[in-house]
């Protein structure tokens, strides 16, 4: 079954505004997508307006890296869903590890979050994974589906099939310790067991399942051979565009020149 294929970079805290163009710009230039493949940019919230109007147009997709559940009100610091989308806002990241590990995010906000989201017509990536002493305790299903269960709870199989699920390690994030692609794979497969077994199956095989942590150009192809892998959610390897169009070209056929 063909799925979309969505490669998408998470600049985390990086990038002004101008360097959000510069980027932009280039990539926009230089990229070739195949017929079903999209390119996301997960901006800074500071960013999102100069990124939109600079990626308008252009094949490439900006959002945002997390929201506030609220539709309004106060909460000091945070940012609501209308805010993005009136920024330029087309999907926002949801339950990355770092929010759930550095700031304390718990699945019932990211469930909330979830919600709002699709209420405002903001397409979410909803992140999952494991930490290292989960896996090597034998309880990486048992994280996984209790991440897809708490995190997804109370959407609609039709809803479903426009959740982005970013399988995220927690180990292999930022530490340049990548799963390799069977590892992968058998979480991703998981994965969509999960979602055909909590809605149905023909709505897991329309979910677009990601895989981030050191994705980087030298396996990017290895990955993304991969049945259930759809996409890559990108940190640091495509902080500069020259990086996320490698990983992109690498994940292509190689088409001969003659
Ligand atoms: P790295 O690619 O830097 O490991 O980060 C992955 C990530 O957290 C993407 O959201």
Redesign the pocket.
């Known amino acids: 079954m063909s799925r979309q294929i969505v490669i998408a970079a998470?600049w985390?805290m990086h990038k002004t505004s101008e360097q959000a163009r510069a980027y932009i710009q280039q990539l926009s230039k230089q990229v070739e997508l195949a017929p079903n493949e999209l390119v996301f940019l997960a901006v800074p919230a500071t960013s999102l307006e100069a990124a939109a109007s600079a990626a308008a147009g252009t094949s490439v997709v900006v959002g945002a890296q997390n929201m506030h559940d609220a539709e309004k009100g106060a909460f000091t610091g945070e940012i609501s869903a209308n805010m993005l989308k009136a920024a330029g806002a087309q999907f926002v990241?949801l339950g990355?590890?770092?929010r759930r590990h550095v700031f304390g995010e718990d699945d019932a906000f990211i469930n909330r979050k979830l919600h709002r989201a699709i209420d405002s017509g903001i397409r979410p990536i909803v992140?999952i994974g494991e930490t290292l002493e989960q896996r090597k305790s034998g309880a990486t299903e048992r994280t996984l589906k209790q991440q897809i269960e708490q995190s997804l709870k109370g959407i609609t199989a039709e809803q479903l099939t426009t959740v982005i699920v970013?399988y995220?390690p927690v180990w292999?994030?930022?530490?340049g310790e990548t799963a390799t692609p069977e590892m992968a794979q058998e979480a991703h497969a998981f994965i969509r067991k999960t979602l055909a077994e909590l809605w149905n199956q023909d709505a897991a095989n329309k979910v677009v399942i990601q895989y981030?942590?050191?994705?980087k150009p030298a396996n990017a192809a290895g990955l993304m051979a991969q049945a259930d892998i759809d996409g890559l959610?990108?940190?640091?390897?495509a902080l500069e565009a020259d990086g996320l169009l490698q990983i992109i070209n690498n994940t292509h056929p190689i088409v001969s020149e003659s």
């Open positions: 998470n985390k990241v990355h590890s770092e992140c970013a995220e292999a994030i930022g530490t981030g942590g050191s994705a959610l990108i940190g640091g390897a």
